[in-house]
């Protein structure tokens, strides 16, 4: 795999693991990293973020982890608009299984929120309704920026001319 690239074999090696757990009732994959399976890496088309108390942590890009342009925005949307200690390291499984919140990024998800995880038939519900969740005030702020309905604080809009 080369997660630091955009490449269609990073995703052929999902696909039977995705069929399975599909057939199995859950909705994405969680992958764990080969040196260090206590550490979380990112799912199978999405970078993944876990929020705890004013604490938000994402894996750090190093070669397996692809350089979401969505990641990149979030990360400046929640530090920068939301005030949270946005930290780019080692996730722990641990970490996951007691977040308040998680969440996916991505081209296509754009943000999309996760209720529950299970690992190893332990299984965690996260207690904080989208309704009232960071997760939809990041996204929802995002996708204001990206509408012109808010006062896009980046320089990310662009107008292009004829």
């Known amino acids: 795999s080369i997660g ?21 009732g859950y909705d994405e994959i969680i992958f764990l990293n080969a040196s260090d399976e206590n550490i979380i890496d990112e799912a199978r088309s999405a970078n993944i973020f876990v929020l705890k108390g004013g604490v938000l942590k994402t894996p750090m890009l190093q070669g397996s982890i692809l350089p979401g342009i969505t990641r990149d925005t979030v990360i400046k949307v929640a530090s920068k608009i939301f005030n949270l200690d946005v930290r780019e390291e ?8 007691n977040a308040d919140e998680v969440f996916f990024t991505g081209t296509a998800a754009v943000i999309a929120p996760v209720g ?19 997760t939809r005030k990041i ?24």
Do not use: H
């Open 4 to 24: 630091f690239a955009k490449a269609v074999g990073n995703y052929a090696g999902t696909l039977l693991p995705y069929k399975e757990i599909v057939e199995d």
């Open 90 to 97: 080692d996730v722990s499984l641990d970490e996951l299984m």
């Open 139 to 162: 996204r929802e702020r995002l996708i204001d920026i990206q509408y012109e309905n808010i006062e896009d604080p980046f320089g990310w809009v662009i107008p292009l001319g004829k």
């Open 116 to 134: 529950r995880v299970v690992y190893k038939n332990n299984e965690t519900r996260f207690k904080i309704s989208f309704e009232d969740s960071m």
